[in-house]
């Protein structure tokens, strides 16, 4: 038996299970692969899209004793949706010769539901924000092999007897930061881009609203400033359009993968973009972002990253003060206000070197590229020991 379930916990793990599964099918073609998303509803390319899905209204931001967010998920289907999944994963014994969880110990709880071999791959903890807990830890004994995102937690996990790894982050190598001529058209007319990641969960489309507004404001006086506005897998860019033009005209446009621009009189100010964010990332001199994911790849990739951490109603604000904690310096924290955001924008637009100095420091904290690659080459070496075992 030479197959494979990824049990991915959140919308970047879900990207994050994908990468490394299209690593695994490179080395080794002849495991079969599946997925599992606990959280949304994105489907993966590498990989065999399983089981019961659904997108939660909190997008799966649920810990840290969220009640507001916890209540929302259930009345919208969270209970029946966990019930169905646990039933889909107790069915799937026998069926894989190992189980792989991505994101939290609760994606390692629910895949050890299969009675299959598990692996894990931490994504949500790190000892420079929150470390594993005394459960938490007492889980991850039951992992074979057990992968976290950096140097210092797995240290301490293996001070406490727990064989972890820290094979490379990879988010690092979510998005390729290679040139791209598809890249061209949403850049056209830009000396300086800027990169505007609102995130994939519902509050994006406030967030985007809000960040090109503070984009308009600072490019007022500067000339050759654009932005191009990532419109990530499951947000709808005919309604963000409508959302935009409130405020800005807004341009739609005859082209799959920059739908719609936004002009300041006759300057066009910010292209959306839907295609893949390594070639924005690569093309772009910082970061304006609410995304989770998307905001550590562009830390990974050099860029500072400004985003708004707390106040004037922000969602997630504990989610934000954790990716301050993670990124340091790489990250700015927004004021709530567009007039004062864009004056810090502008602030940081003028001053190259300050960008170059916080760009340094999101990469020394995310770390080298190519854990999807050992990760991948540890599970081929994993399941062909089992079936030899067998």
């Known amino acids: ?22 690593e695994l099918r490179n080395l080794a073609p002849e495991i079969d692969i599946d997925h599992l998303a606990l959280v949304g509803d994105v489907p993966t390319r590498n990989a065999r899209d399983v089981g019961p899905r659904r997108r939660m209204p909190s997008g799966g931001i649920v810990a840290m004793g969220n009640a507001r967010n916890i209540l929302r998920d259930v009345r919208g289907g969270l209970l029946r949706l ?24 609760y994606a390692l709880w629910m895949a050890r539901r299969v009675k299959a071999p598990a692996l894990f791959v931490g994504t949500a903890k790190s000892e ?8 938490e830890r007492a889980l991850l004994r039951r992992a074979r092999e057990i992968f976290v995102r950096d140097d210092v937690t797995a240290a301490a996990l293996r ?43 519902e509050n994006a489309y406030a967030d985007a609203a809000f960040l090109v507004d503070v984009v308009a404001c600072a490019a007022r006086g500067r000339a050759g400033i654009g932005a ?39 300057r066009v100010i910010v292209r959306a973009w839907n295609g893949d964010i390594g070639p924005l990332l690569a093309c772009s001199v910082l970061a304006l972002g609410q995304a989770g994911t998307a905001n550590e790849a562009a830390a990974a990739a050099g860029l500072p990253v400004l985003a708004v951490v707390e106040g004037a109603g922000r969602a997630h604000g504990w989610y934000r ?40 420091i999101g990469q020394e904290r995310m770390g080298p590229a190519g854990g999807a690659r050992r990760i991948a080459v540890r599970i081929a070496a994993f399941v062909r020991s089992e079936r030899e075992r067998v």
């Open 1 to 22: 038996m030479m197959r494979v379930l990824f049990v991915s916990n959140g919308h970047g793990e879900i990207a994050i299970a994908d990468r490394v599964a299209a």
């Open 321 to 360: 003060r954790r990716q301050t904690k993670l990124l340091g310096e790489a990250l700015v924290a927004l004021e709530p206000s567009v007039d004062a955001a864009a004056e810090q924008l502008g602030a940081l637009l003028d001053d190259p070197a300050a960008r170059c100095a916080r760009g340094a």
């Open 128 to 135: 420079l924000v929150a470390p594993y807990g005394p459960g």
């Open 159 to 201: 001070r406490r007897g727990i064989p972890a790894q820290a094979p490379g982050n990879v988010i690092v190598d979510l998005f390729a930061a290679g040139e791209s001529a598809a890249i061209a058209p949403a850049a056209a007319g830009f000396e300086t881009v800027l990169a505007v990641l609102p995130g994939s969960r």
């Open 228 to 266: 191009v506005l990532s419109i990530a897998p499951g947000i709808d860019a005919t309604r963000l359009s409508a959302l935009l033009a409130r405020a800005h005209p807004v341009t739609i446009l005859d082209a799959a993968q920059t739908p719609f621009e936004i002009t300041d009189g006759e």
């Open 82 to 105: 966990t019930l169905q999944q646990l039933a889909m994963l107790r069915a799937a014994r026998g069926r894989y010769a190992a189980v792989v969880a991505v994101g939290d110990s």
